[in-house]
């Protein structure tokens, strides 16, 4: 792993221009199926704090890929999420009248074990004028921009992300209104404390070769961090995971952008915990909504990791109350 995060760094130091690949877009996907779970839930919703579950579905379907979503963001047309083995999921909402549409898609379209280009990725954000994708790998030291139609891709070199380790890479970013971008490793900042996870402050969009500033984020004992997310009324949400005997568990977490300084320990305070067995999994993606009401709605999709038999792919829809201020 380590020849191969050389290489891929040699490769990332290439100057940034756009390459041409044949990815054309897939049509709809009638084999990609939803499944609603709430009236399962009906009469005992899950507990989780200041966050209450307003909707939760399952995505079911033929690819086996398509059962390892990691990122997830919003477009024009609803929402996109990206996966662990090059995959991409475009769907629209499915709170909203008509019919539920999906259609997967495949961000790299080169056999990835025979030509080595990192596929695991772990987050994804979608410029609102261009509908570009940004998109963190987890073992690759720097950004992949992919048009929206997927058909070009640039990359914009980050040396500073090959200072973490192999798979505990970049799990969790965000665009902030302010315009600085925030990543966070999955990694520990020190031996011994395994609370702080490195994060890095750019001052706009990351550039080729940029050096941040640096902060570290300390989250609840046992728990990594794997999304971050702002909310329309400025604060932050992190997402994080645990996984132990008994399976996953997750938390959500909240700060405010003025605690992000460079050196700053930034410690965020949970708002909401989902360990409810019936809709807990292995949650790595995170989007915030403000609803046509004013509210603040917080989606997730979970990465079953292919593991069917265990696991699952879920979306959650969780309205904020206002306990969560």
């Avoid at 199926?33 to 966050?51: C, E, F, N, R, Y």
């Avoid at 994804?124 to 992919?146: F, K, M, N, R, W």
């Avoid at 794997?226 to 995971?241: F, H, K, S, T, Y």
Wanted: charged share 25%; hydrophobic share 40%.
């Amino acid at each position: 792993m380590r020849a191969l995060k050389l290489v891929l760094l040699i490769l990332a130091l290439v100057p940034v221009t756009w390459l041409s690949a044949p990815n054309p877009p897939r049509p709809r996907d009638p084999a990609i199926q939803l499944v609603d779970l709430m009236p399962s839930l009906q009469g005992s919703l899950p507990q989780m704090g200041a966050l209450r579950l307003a909707g939760a579905w399952q995505i079911v379907g033929q690819h086996r890929r398509l059962g390892t979503l990691s990122g997830l963001a919003q477009t024009s047309s609803g929402f996109v999420a990206v996966g662990d083995r090059g995959n991409v999921l475009w769907f629209t909402r499915p709170d909203r009248p008509g019919p539920w549409l999906a259609r997967f898609d495949r961000l790299i379209r080169l056999d990835w074990r025979k030509h080595r280009f990192p596929t695991d990725a772990e987050a994804v954000a979608v410029d609102p004028a261009s509908g570009d994708l940004t998109v963190a790998y987890e073992d690759l030291p720097g950004l992949e921009v992919y048009s929206h139609d997927l058909v070009r891709r640039r990359s914009i070199p980050l040396p500073v992300l090959a200072e973490w380790p192999d798979n505990q890479g970049p799990e969790a970013k965000a665009r902030l209104a302010d315009g600085r971008t925030l990543i966070v490793g999955e990694t520990y900042s020190g031996w011994l404390d395994r609370t702080r996870h490195p994060g890095l402050i750019f001052r706009a969009a990351p550039q080729p070769y940029e050096e941040p500033a640096r902060f570290e984020l300390v989250m609840p004992p046992g728990y990594r961090p794997c999304e971050l997310a702002q909310m329309p009324d400025g604060r932050l949400l992190v997402l994080g995971r645990h996984f132990g005997l008994t399976g996953f568990r997750s938390v959500i977490a909240a700060f405010t952008p003025q605690q992000l300084r460079p050196g700053a320990k930034v410690t965020p305070h949970v708002i909401a915990r989902i360990d409810d067995p019936r809709i807990r999994d292995n949650y790595e993606g995170m989007t915030v909504t403000r609803e046509a009401d004013g509210s603040q709605v917080v989606w997730l999709v979970s990465d079953s990791n292919e593991m069917v038999w265990a696991q699952r792919t879920l979306l959650l829809k969780l309205r904020i109350g206002p306990e969560a201020r």
